[in-house]
């Protein structure tokens, strides 16, 4: 007996508040980060919980894409951390003034 569309859309929604909710409460630039994968693949569940449900492929070829995405994100993110930690010493998120003129 396969597992009902509302369950997966459930889980992802419980996904998807714990990572709102981490990107609003953390300061720490790696935890965010981690947050905001854990939102993208909540939403990566959602495509492939309707791609099933609809018997269409276009759903999981979209997560590929997402995750794609998300490594590069991910890559270029944790390259400006490094960056910024070797010129200030500090990755927390309410020192980091950098980008004002």
């Known amino acids: ?3 009902p569309l509302d ?3 459930i889980l992802s ?4 508040t714990i ?3 981490g990107v609003l409460i953390k ?3 790696i935890v965010i980060f981690m947050c905001v994968e854990l939102m993208l693949n909540a939403v990566n569940l959602t495509f492939v919980a309707f791609s099933r449900y609809h018997s269409d492929i276009g759903g999981q070829m979209m997560v590929i894409f ?3 995405v998300a490594a590069a994100e991910v890559a270029v993110g944790l390259g400006i951390l490094v960056s ?3 010129n200030r010493a500090s990755i927390n998120v309410d ?3 950098l980008m004002k003129g």
């Open 7 to 9: 369950y997966y859309l």
């Open 13 to 16: 929604a419980a996904l998807f």
């Open 66 to 68: 997402v995750m794609a």
């Open 1 to 3: 007996m396969p597992i």
């Open 27 to 29: 300061r720490n630039p």
């Open 84 to 86: 910024i930690f070797r």
């Open 19 to 21: 990572g709102v909710v």
């Open 95 to 97: 020192e980091i003034d």
